[in-house]
């Protein structure tokens, strides 16, 4: 069994400390904010990012943000001051290229084996230890990872060299987003043509269907508690989303990112992303 740290600690930490912590695996844990007792009774919490990784076999860092990514790998206290020679590295954040491009170059300076690993499988998945691990990075120490991967994920896909996980999360995210306010936007217009909406939903979850259809119907009917994904963070994968794209146009990918900058513009940020769908005053 390995030693895992986990360095952010939010809803995806949380599932997968705790599948880890399942399966035989020693977990130390740094979050930026004190952890819920029921969290941190099953694990060590280390008082920096380097101590968490200064203990580890591997390292998974699970933040928000670019700059709350720098925060936790860069600097004195940062996860690269701790690590030792063997150990690897992985970030499992929905970030930008330019930044993981950096990350993985200081990482190779520092000959440190790192992957970009980012996840889809939502809180649930997470909980359940049912997520799917989007991989970039050299394939050849991947098969030492098998034990901690299989403890929290039921499929690892491999997309090439490293940065090519996160250029499949930033499409497959925008892609989810857009189908996410298509919804709303179907009901929406459901309504004005005086359908009942409860029959609607209903036909709507057999025809498109598919994950997201269903989700956003029933995030609609019932807000989940607690959110699977929030509209903050969904305006901040479409962010870097666009900033991949650069100056080509993408008319479906603009007009989302305006609809999530809208709702976080609101004061939804903190809401699961499907408030983009509620009726609007």
């Known amino acids: 069994m390995a030693v895992v740290a986990i360095v952010g600690v939010g809803i995806m930490g949380q599932g997968m400390a705790a599948n880890l912590a399942r399966h035989g695996h ?31 076999d591997v390292v998974f ?18 996860i690269l001051a701790g690590a030792r020679p063997g150990t690897i590295l992985i970030s499992s954040a929905t970030l930008s290229v330019d930044w993981i491009t950096r990350l993985a170059a200081v990482c ?14 939502g809180a649930a998945g997470a909980r359940t230890g049912n997520l799917t691990m989007l991989v970039g990075g050299d394939p050849a120490r991947l098969a ?3 034990p901690v991967l299989t403890a929290v994920s039921r499929e690892v896909r491999h997309f090439g060299p490293v940065g090519a996980g996160t250029r499949f999360k930033l499409v497959l995210n925008a892609l989810q987003a857009v189908h996410m306010a298509a919804f709303g936007e179907a009901m929406r217009l459901a309504g004005v043509a005086g359908l009942d909406l ?3 939903g209903a036909a709507l979850l057999e025809r498109p269907g598919g994950v997201i259809t269903t989700m956003a119907h029933d ?11 929030s509209a903050e963070w969904a305006r901040k994968d479409l962010d870097y989303a666009s900033r991949l794209a650069g100056p080509t146009d993408y008319p479906l990918l603009d007009a989302t990112l305006a609809v999530f900058t809208q709702a976080v ?14 009726p609007r005053s």
């Open 61 to 78: 860092e699970v933040t928000a943000n670019d700059e709350s990514s720098r925060t936790v790998w860069l600097g004195p206290e940062g």
């Open 265 to 278: 513009t609101e004061g939804h940020g903190a809401e699961d992303w499907s408030v983009v769908n509620r």
């Open 144 to 146: 030492e990872l098998d």
């Open 26 to 56: 020693d977990v130390v844990l740094w979050n930026r904010s004190p952890l819920h007792r029921s969290i941190s009774d099953t694990a060590l919490v280390a008082p920096t990012p380097a101590e968490a990784a200064r203990q580890a």
């Open 219 to 229: 995030n609609l009917v019932t807000p989940p508690e607690p959110i699977n994904f």
């Open 198 to 200: 409860g029959q609607v």
């Open 108 to 121: 190779a300076e520092r000959d440190l084996t790192f992957y970009d690993m980012p996840l889809t499988g």
